[in-house]
C-alpha cells in the first residue's frame, strides 16, 4: 500500500515539501496552525513569490479543477494523527530575540502535538534546521514504537522546487541502525534516488551538522570575496578580476565568489549565528570564532554601501538628497526582506536623512510592511525620476537589462552605484553614467 505522508509546517519549506511530494505521486497532508494560511493553501495560492510553487500547488490541491487532488490541508491534529505513515515536520526555528540562539519553541510544540496522535508504527522526520543533539531529545519524546529520522533541508530560495524534486543530495539522520526508517525515506525518495541524486545515511549529530556547515561554508566564501573586495578597494585592484582568476582553480570554484554588499536573507545569518551559539554550549567555541568575523565583513559590507552612497553625493550629507534604490529582497527571484542587506542600507541612508525611493520587482509589499516610512515606486522608471545617485542592490534579471540610456533621461545626477557588480558597467558608462562598484576600479 502506497504510503501516506503529513507535512507539518507549511511555511516556505513545508508548503514546497508537501507539493513536491504529491508531484512525486503520494497522497499527502498539510497542517498549520494558522487557519488563515490552510484557506489560502487550499485555493492553491501561497503567502510567498517561490517561481514555479504556486503552478504545482495548482496541479494538486484537491478541489482545484483538472488538480491530481493529491493534496490536502487541515489544522486538524487528529486527521493527521490518523492520516499519516510518514510525518514530516518542517516548522520554522527562527534566532532568539537578543540572542544567537535558535528559537524551538515551534518545533517542540509540534513534536509535542503530533506525540499526542502519532499511530504506532508510523515515522516522523525532522526538515527543520536545528542545534545538533535536538533530534535526540526529540526522539524521547515520540511514543514507543514510533521512530525518528533527521532529513536537513536544502532549499535556494528562487530554486526550491527544483532542490525538492531533483536534489544534489539527501541526507537522512537515523538512530543506531535505522534500516526500517532509511528503508522507508528510500521509499520516498525513489524518484530523486533513481534520477542519480546521492542518498547518504548517518547518525543524528551528523545529520543536524550538514545543514549548518553547509551554510557556514558558503557564508565563509561569500564573505572571503567580500574581505578581498575591501583590500582591492584599498589597493586599488579589481575583485572582480580576482575573484574569475581564483574560481578557475576546480579547488576553489566560481560560484560565491561576487562580492557585493552581503549576504541576507531568513536562513545564512541566523544559521551561522545559531551554529555558534550551540558550539558555545558544548564546549567547542573555539572552533567557530572564524564565523564571528565571517558574520562581521558581512554586515560591514552594508555600511560601506552607505559610505560609497555619501561620498558619491559629495562626502557630507543625506539630507534633502535623493536616492533611487533598486532591489528590497535579499536576492533575486523571492520576495523575502528578511535580514535584507538592500532594505538594510535604504533605511539607513532613510534615518540619515536621504529621501529614498525603492523598487523591487517582487518584494514591495513586506518591504512596506518592514519600512513603511521609505518612499516606493512601481517601477524602476519611476524609482530613479529625479534621482542623485542610483543604488543597484538586488541582482534581479530586470535590472540587469533595464536601458541606462532610458533612466539617464530621468536623473537628476547619472551616478550608479552597483552593489551586487552585476551591471554591464561599460554599457551605463556609454550612456553617459558615472560607475561605481564595491571592490572594482573607479574607471
Known amino acids: 500500500m502506497a504510503l501516506k505522508i503529513t507535512v507539518i509546517g507549511t511555511g516556505y519549506l513545508g508548503a514546497t515539501h508537501a507539493a513536491a511530494m504529491a508531484e512525486l505521486g503520494f497522497e499527502v497532508l498539510g497542517l498549520d496552525v494558522v487557519p488563515e494560511k490552510i484557506e489560502l493553501l487550499a485555493s492553491g495560492r501561497v503567502p510567498m513569490y517561490e517561481p514555479g510553487l504556486e503552478e504545482l500547488l495548482a496541479k494538486h490541491v484537491a478541489g482545484i479543477e483538472g488538480s491530481s487532488g493529491r493534496l490536502r490541508f487541515t489544522t486538524s491534529w487528529e486527521e493527521v494523527g490518523a492520516f499519516g505513515d510518514v510525518h514530516f515536520v518542517c516548522v520554522n526555528t527562527p534566532q532568539k530575540h537578543g540572542e544567537y540562539a535558535c528559537d524551538m519553541s515551534y518545533v517542540d510544540a509540534a513534536f509535542t502535538s503530533l506525540a499526542g496522535v502519532v499511530r504506532e508504527g508510523a515515522l516522523v522526520v525532522g526538515k527543520s534546521t536545528v542545534p545538533v543533539g535536538s533530534a535526540e531529545r526529540l526522539a524521547a519524546l515520540l511514543p514507543e514504537g514510533v521512530e525518528l529520522a533527521w532529513n536537513p533541508e536544502f532549499l535556494r530560495e528562487g530554486f526550491a522546487v527544483q532542490d525538492t524534486l531533483h536534489p544534489d543530495r539527501i541526507v537522512v539522520g537515523v538512530r543506531g541502525h535505522g534500516e526500517r526508517a532509511e528503508k522507508t525515506l528510500r521509499e520516498v525518495y525513489a524518484v530523486p534516488v533513481g534520477e542519480g541524486s546521492p542518498f547518504v545515511v548517518t547518525d543524528f549529530p551528523t545529520a543536524e551538522l550538514v545543514k549548518t556547515a553547509a551554510n557556514s561554508f558558503l557564508a565563509t566564501k561569500i564573505s572571503f570575496i567580500n ?11 579589481d575583485v572582480a578580476k580576482l575573484a574569475e582568476a581564483i574560481g578557475h582553480d576546480d579547488r576553489i570554484g566560481a560560484k560565491f565568489l561576487r562580492a557585493g554588499i ?12 545559531a551554529f555558534m551559539a550551540r558550539a558555545g554550549e558544548l564546549g567547542a567555541d573555539q572552533a567557530l570564532t572564524f564565523l564571528r568575523e565571517i558574520d562581521s565583513i558581512n554586515m560591514r559590507r552594508r555600511g560601506q554601501m552607505v559610505e560609497m552612497a555619501r561620498e558619491a553625493l559629495g562626502g557630507s550629507t543625506f539630507l534633502g538628497r535623493r536616492v533611487a534604490v533598486l532591489g528590497a529582497t535579499f536576492k533575486p527571484d523571492s520576495d523575502d526582506v528578511r535580514d535584507s542587506p538592500a532594505l538594510n542600507v535604504a533605511g539607513q541612508i532613510h534615518l540619515q536623512g536621504g529621501q529614498v525611493t525603492v523598487y523591487d520587482p517582487k518584494g514591495m509589499e513586506n518591504a512596506r510592511r518592514v519600512f513603511p516610512t521609505l518612499g516606493y515606486a512601481d517601477s524602476a522608471l519611476e524609482a530613479v525620476r529625479g534621482a542623485d545617485v542610483v543604488l543597484h542592490l538586488t541582482e534581479w534579471r530586470e535590472f540587469r537589462e533595464l536601458d541606462p540610456a532610458e533612466l539617464a533621461k530621468v536623473v537628476a545626477s547619472r551616478v550608479v552605484l552597483d552593489g551586487r557588480n552585476a551591471l554591464d558597467g561599460e554599457r551605463w558608462r556609454a550612456a553617459g553614467w558615472t560607475y561605481r562598484a564595491m571592490g572594482r576600479p573607479r574607471a
Open 262 to 273: 552581503g549576504f541576507g536573507g531568513g536562513c545564512l545569518p541566523k544559521d551561522i549565528r
Open 227 to 237: 574581505a578581498m573586495a575591501e583590500v582591492c578597494e584599498a589597493a586599488g585592484g
